[in-house]
């Protein structure tokens, strides 16, 4: 009985000592907008597809990037790229609804980026001039 009892603390012990490891390993984040690079929405051709090797982890997600130039750009300043509601659909947002952005769905209004749910719900944001006015009354109202 004594060696059972030795056994179970050993292997108690063991699971304990072991919990910090583990608890520190952490997943890596997901890939925002699903992989596109988010700087790549304001150049003329329009968003692309960015690369693993140029990634960086910034508010809990992880960006990448179709080249070192627009890494180091969006590192200099990652408020002027970021999409505004947190990628969040700009009309939803509007209406009090968060559903999420398609980052095939996307517009730049004064130099911001938008993300819609689908081409449809984009079409309707847009017939309303003040849809992006009151998307973000409704973002600082819910802080």
């Given at each position: 009985m004594t060696s059972l009892r030795r056994l179970l603390t050993w292997f108690a012990l063991a699971l304990w000592a072991?919990?910090?490891?583990q608890?520190?390993?952490t997943a890596e984040p997901?890939?925002?907008l699903q992989g596109m690079d988010v700087v790549s929405y304001f150049h003329a051709a329009g968003p692309v597809k960015g690369q693993p090797a140029f990634s960086h982890d910034f508010d809990g997600a992880?960006?990448?990037f179709?080249?070192?130039q627009n890494k180091a750009?969006?590192?200099a300043a990652?408020?002027?790229?970021?999409?505004q509601f947190s990628g969040l659909c700009a009309t939803g947002v509007s209406i009090g609804k968060e559903l999420k952005g398609d980052p095939n769905t996307w517009k730049i209004v004064d130099g911001k980026l938008y993300l819609y749910f689908s081409g449809p719900v984009r079409a309707k944001g847009e017939a309303d001039p003040a849809t992006i006015a009151r998307a973000h009354q409704n973002w600082a109202?819910?802080?």
């Open positions: 072991a919990a910090p490891a608890a520190q390993a997901a890939p925002a992880r960006y990448l179709a080249s070192a750009a969006f590192v990652p408020d002027r790229y970021l999409p109202a819910r802080k």
